[in-house]
Structures are given as structure tokens and as C-alpha cells.
């Protein structure tokens, strides 16, 4: 089964830097494109950043990341990271990795539903 484990996340007071880590197992064909969403509490999720592996382009959101997020993937650690500098209180949510294998680019990055698997989060709070 192809499965997603996150890891990383924690309590942090604002100013505070996080690196989330994102391990992937069970994929015998490609990943074509991954992301990580983040969801406050009582708000939808959102997306913050995406990877293609095949191009290694990353791609960002505008609105939920301001420049303080870092995506990057580890290809010999099948691991994909998001560092997050600067943490702030608004930051706090539920922080999920997601994968595509179905698709051969990352378009539609930014759309939950064209991911076929996303893992359990990894929560973060940040105290002011």
C-alpha cells in the first residue's frame, strides 16, 4: 500500500523555525507530484506548496505562504520536507503531505482532489 508518514511538527513559539518531513513508502510506479496542505482549526484546508519530482520544480501559494515556507524532496530518502522560518500564531494547523501517482505533471497543484493519497498530518502550534 502506498502510504504517507509525516513528522516534524510541534509546539513553537512565534519567530521559531520547523522543518516537516514527509516519508513515502509503497510506490513501485512514480510519484509525479506532492504537496503539503495545512489546515487551521474551523478552516478548510489549504494548500502551501507542491513538488514534481520529475522536473523538480516547486511551486508556492501566495496567500499561505508570504516566502517563509522551503519545499524540497530527498529522492534516496523518499522523503519530502517543508521548512517553515518565521512561524507565526496563524501558522497553527494541521499540517498533511500529499501524493499523486496517476498524473505525469503537478498540474492542478493546488486542488486537494487531484492527490490520490495523503497521510495523517503532523500538527503545529505556534504560542505568541
Known amino acids: 500500500a502506498q502510504v504517507l508518514a509525516e513528522s516534524g511538527g510541534g509546539s513553537v513559539q512565534a519567530g521559531g523555525s520547523l522543518t516537516l518531513s514527509c516519508a513515502t513508502s509503497g510506490y513501485t510506479a512514480g510519484i509525479y507530484c506532492m504537496a503539503w496542505f495545512r489546515q487551521p482549526p474551523g478552516k478548510e484546508r489549504e494548500v502551501v506548496a507542491a513538488f514534481e519530482p520529475g522536473d523538480e520544480n516547486t511551486y508556492y501559494s501566495d496567500s499561505a505562504v508570504k516566502g517563509r515556507f522551503t519545499i524540497s524532496h530527498d529522492s534516496a530518502l523518499n522523503t519530502l520536507f517543508l521548512r517553515i522560518d518565521s512561524l507565526r500564531p496563524e501558522d497553527t494547523a494541521m499540517y498533511y503531505c500529499?501524493?499523486?501517482?496517476?498524473?505525469?505533471?503537478?498540474?492542478?497543484?493546488?486542488?486537494?482532489?487531484?492527490?490520490?493519497?495523503w497521510g495523517q498530518g503532523t500538527q503545529v502550534t505556534v504560542s505568541a
Open positions: 500529499a501524493a499523486d501517482s496517476r498524473y505525469t505533471t503537478c498540474g492542478n497543484w493546488w486542488r486537494p482532489g487531484r492527490y490520490n493519497t
